[in-house]
């Protein structure tokens, strides 16, 4: 079967003539780089180093020119030919590791270059790496020099449907049968199925299993296994496993994410690694490992290493948001209109402060964690040093730091690469609000708040309320106010919260207003102030009319079990929010300490007060399983039937995959078979 | 040319025998009903009144059982699957409401209910809706009877390649050609494209064009044409338009969002929409629209309609999240285990309060923003009788708020849903951090942080300090200690910020000792206490390092110029850090109003100070284009000719669509031609 599809010619042409308005990008560009106060090859090299720098333009360079490895048409791929292009991949990074004597890790920063997760990922990382800690000198021979010499690919298979990070709680068995010296591999139930394990679902031949050792009817623990899975030659999945690609997933398509099952599996003794724990095969003694706190070392190495990645996530998506944003105008900038040739010209999003605020902190996060992860490194070598002289001192404290930063850096990651799509607007490919919607809808709302609030103190407020007037008008009697909330039966009262919300929104108006009128500010300076106080306008809105609801609405007052429910959807509500938004109501001085602590006490205390009306509430919500279409969200409560269910239709579970090196044109073995007809 | 594949058959058969671990989700979910203080369906006659619970399930039983609209495979689908699934399911919709005599709001919940955003989504809304409002009674005649007979399909036609919402920067000129009583379109350069232009990529005929009006040499602002574009018989593109579907993007896969170029095409003078403003053929005399701020009625009405589509957001993710968070169980609660028939049992990640925390508030929120909407459709209504009567008072109120609420609203619902799919964990699709991450990585070091503070307060203190020692011994001897920076200049010091991180974390772990052991707190309470301190750590650390960089490090000082970037830098990360978590250092005394007020002001004045290194910064980290593949952040600038060079490739973009309603089958007609040879 042929290569992946080819989408780099277009079906259409284009006018030569037509140019973008205004300045060029790279006009725009160069005009940016003139202007920086300092070198940014020096500071590359600050950040990198030489060697590091000339080893990726040398990668770049192969890989750039490389036909096989050609970008241009993966952004329409399907998930089949995805795969295919995927798999492709894997096996020319093999080839062009022996041709130009790559390292591993030279191997894995291609495959970070070429950045198309594929099926062979865990092969090189997980798969390999366990072996080298865990395999004893005969395991080493049987599958790692294979593996080495990629005669054999392999998984990491640990997780399974019903159980993730928790390893005590896994199923798959791995019971010793004393008599035929040999472990039984099962699986006990539908849950127990492995389930995600990369490069599973349809290429890789053998498996580093996470299973429970049992011994003499005693449970050891989860321990690791080797086992084949597949014939090498004819890809056949071997008997007594049941083995496929889990299906559709959001992202990832490249890789096999698979499950696994097994039914009463005998491997040989061999196939438990060895190196820690073991179990001695003439006398059935099981002997665990030593100390596991030596492991601590080598987590917080990938630990250092995760933290560094994040670093790079950040670098890489505030450089996409940072060239295009630079390049994108939007509008003209009120105070400072910018005009070309004496044509008006709007304004580069990127010196709005509304877009600053969302890009600029992600470039400080890059460098931030850079030095965390430096340091972090650092850290390491030094612990190591001290345990090499028997000295455990610095073990529980980097444990837990580096614990808590791969964590932290982690979320931080995905946040960033949101923040950074959506300051990209619509051509981010966010459906989610970007600077138009912003500009369009808070400016209006800060304008009219700014009008009512100068109205107000001039005295020249309206006749008749409104939703506006009414919380400024107290706020500039008595901004003075404060919570008068000390115990939870304080906050029974819905109007409380609109008091609340009330005095903050305008507080916040109040000092944007001083800022713009007395200080003169321009409108750019205070676009993240006037995001802010519109936003407070907002919360206002929907706390008093939630609030309205439970003090008045007949309906609801009907229902008496409703309303006790909504009372304390309202609570969380209120109170939750408070609890985000604290910082402006300490601000504002309408809290204290002890207050802002009964406010997160009350959110604590209603969560689990709703706890047990937790799915009535949703079932309440009446959305059909037809509109769903979730595994996950069933009304009838079948997920684990039912994600099973979509793996066992994906349609590459319907064709055999051919993972020889050598061979970049058959990747799907059943197609070739029937061409061959 | 055939429907999309079916994919509603399995490749592989799982043994019956196998059932999930433990109770099954059927019943875990039947004892969850059981147990609420309330009947789902009174709250549901409650929220949505008996009329449209009926209507939806007499539509909901219509689709279910309609072969057409069956959802089995539109996961597997890549996107040329997709839209030829999307423009079948929208045909099919328009049979269906001629056989069930739907009304135009019964199709949209149909169409919302199907889930599948189609081609034809804007020709029922915004082309529709735009002809109603805008077309004089000759122009009614001529498209919009047509329209409603579903005999034309049309698109709405105002976003351009380089101008969002900003309707006064579009370049699409419409020029009046008095000699030949003609509008003259065109489009002077490549970013005055339409672009991103739901139905117009492959299957509309006819356009609703924002442009330029352009009268005797002088530009009369944006204003709407209608436009046809391709043969309704022969689906051809009419001469002088390039249109195309623009390529690839992140969801939405089912709709031919599209570009379209015009070069000097001449319409009649009945193109341009005349109900508001319109221009006198004979005379050339151009009449304005009258009183705009009439429109604002219409549009608070839209944007209600959006606030109660950000609740129904809220529902749907809820609903998904509950249902499968109460049956995924993970971990053993350390406080209360839970057994079945005497075996241990994990918990239901539903009691973690981590996860409530998470969920509960999106549930408190779909309520929150019912009500919200529920008040802006009363206002509206209360509007419009008291326009009637002339009187506008409460106009500028209305529009202010409802713009407010509808961005605020968008952007919880984009960030609720992604929510939610985090506390779902793997299964939820999600890459980031769930409940495994916080358990596997916070509860060690929050386990940690207490062991180091409880042996520090009772003396016992390590010989040696540790990073976390360091602080918690400083905070312990100075607990009241606060900030004592005053102007911009008290903030250069970096340690001040070390000072202030340590003094934060060492509180919030003192605060959740205090729960714990004085307290007597469970640690499923703690939970979220027990991840904040955890997060204050990692910062604290990683504030430290940066600040240590800036002050020692050797290769920095040498380079000065880079040494004042990273500098700013470290200012900003800091103070904005410091910012978005206000409340804690308010909740420990250790900043005032004055004092968060100085830092917001910094952190403004960072960013303006590393607005013109912004390029430079990013291009130090010298991500090759190779590895972006990215049109907007590629190294030379040619954002906008690489976006057309997506679109020209586009798979889509070689073949023609079939748009006939009575036509369910050929869908795709080059290919059909070719099959008839």
């Known amino acids: 079967m042929a290569p992946p599809p080819d989408h780099t010619k277009p079906h259409y042409e284009l006018p030569a003539s037509l140019k973008p308005a205004g300045p060029s990008g790279t ?16 500071l590359s090299l600050y950040l990198f180093g030489k060697e590091a ?19 241009s048409s993966v952004y329409y791929y399907g998930r089949s030919d995805l795969f295919r292009y995927a798999l492709r991949k894997e096996k020319r990074l093999q080839q062009l590791q022996i041709e130009h004597n790559w390292s591993r890790e030279d191997v894995m ?27 004893t000198d005969e395991q080493r021979k049987l599958y790692l020099e294979p593996a080495y010499a990629n005669q054999i690919t392999g ?7 019903g159980h993730g990070s928790n390893v005590q709680g896994l199923e798959t068995t791995a019971t010793w049968i004393e008599q035929d010296k040999e472990f039984e591999i099962h699986s006990p139930s539908l849950t127990a199925s492995k389930w995600w394990i990369g490069g599973l679902g349809r290429s890789a031949d053998h498996a580093i299993l996470m299973a429970q050792l049992i011994v003499n009817g005693k449970r050891k623990g989860p321990h690791p296994f080797i086992i084949q899975i597949r014939d090498v030659q004819t890809r056949e999945i071997l008997p007594g496993r049941l083995i496929g690609d889990i299906g559709p997933k959001a992202g990832y398509g490249g890789v096999d994410n698979g499950f696994m099952l097994f039914d009463h599996v005998r491997v040989p003794h061999v ?94 996060r890059a460098f931030a964690f850079h030095y965390t992860a430096k340091y972090m490194f650092e850290l390491y070598h030094r612990n190591q040093i001290n345990m090499d002289k028997g000295d455990l001192s610095l073990l529980a404290d980097m444990h837990a730091t580096s614990s808590g930063l791969k964590s932290y850096t982690s979320i931080a990651s995905a946040q960033s690469i949101e923040d950074c799509r959506r300051a990209c607007g619509g051509h981010g490919f966010s459906l989610a609000a970007g600077l138009p919607t912003q500009y369009a809808n808070y400016l209006p709302t800060a304008r009219y708040l700014f009008k009512t609030m100068r109205a107000l103190k001039a005295g020249n407020a309206p006749k008749e309320d409104t939703v506006t007037t009414d919380y400024m008008r107290r706020y500039l009697r008595a901004r003075q106010e404060r919570a008068s909330i000390k115990y939870t039966g304080d906050l029974l009262d819905p ?26 500010r321009s409108w750019n300076e205070l676009l993240v102030d006037l995001f802010n106080m519109s936003k407070a306008h907002s919360e206002y809105v929907i706390v008093r009319q939630f609030a309205f609801a439970i003090l008045s609405d007949d309906d609801l007052n009907r229902r008496p079990a409703i309303r006790s429910v909504m ?21 504002s001085g309408f809290i204290d300490s002890e207050q802002f602590a009964l406010l997160r006490a009350t959110v604590q205390k209603t969560m689990a007060e709703l706890r047990p009306n937790a799915v009535a509430l949703v079932d309440a919500f009446k959305l059909p399983d037809y509109l769903l279409n979730s595994a996950l969200g069933r009304s009838d409560g079948k997920v684990y ?14 064709v055999k995959w051919n993972t020889d090196v050598n061979d970049l044109q058959t990747l799907d073995i059943e197609r070739a078979e029937r061409a061959k007809l």
Chains 1, 2 share one sequence.
Request: negative net charge.
């Open 495 to 520: 109007l409380f919260f609109g008091r609340a919300f009330g005095h903050r929104a305008a507080y916040l108006t109040e000092r944007a207003l001083a800022l713009r009128d007395e200080q003169k």
């Open 155 to 161: 998984c990491y298979a640990q997780t399974e449907l």
């Open 641 to 654: 039937e039912s994600l099973f269910d979509f793996a066992l239709r994906e349609p590459l579970n319907a």
């Open 567 to 587: 009372q304390q959807i309202f609570l969380l509500y209120a109170c939750h929010t408070m609890v985000e938004e604290g910082a402006d109501f300490f601000a």
């Open 109 to 135: 920063l291609a495959d970070s270059l070429c950045d198309v997760p594929g099926p062979f990922n865990l092969n090189r990382t997980m798969f390999i790496t366990t072996l080298e800690k865990m395999a």
């Open 27 to 42: 006009d725009i560009l160069a005009r940016e780089r003139a202007r920086a106060s300092f070198s940014s090859d020096e």
């Open 271 to 364: 196939a438990m690694l060895a190196k820690l724990a073991r179990l001695d095969p003439d006398s059935g003694l099981y002997h665990p490992p030593a100390n596991p706190a030596l492991n601590y070392g080598t987590l917080s190495w990938v630990r250092a290493n995760i933290v560094q990645q994040a670093s790079k996530v950040h670098m890489r998506a505030v450089t996409v948001a940072i060239r295009y944003c630079s390049i994108r105008r939007q509008f003209q900038d009120r105070d400072h209109p910018l005009f070309e040739n004496g044509k008006p010209l709007e304004t580069p999003v990127l010196d709005y402060t509304s877009v600053q605020i969302r890009v600029f902190p992600l470039i400080a």
């Open 53 to 71: 720098l000339d080893k990726q333009d040398a990668i770049v360079a192969i890989l750039e020119n490389d036909s096989v490895l050609d970008k």
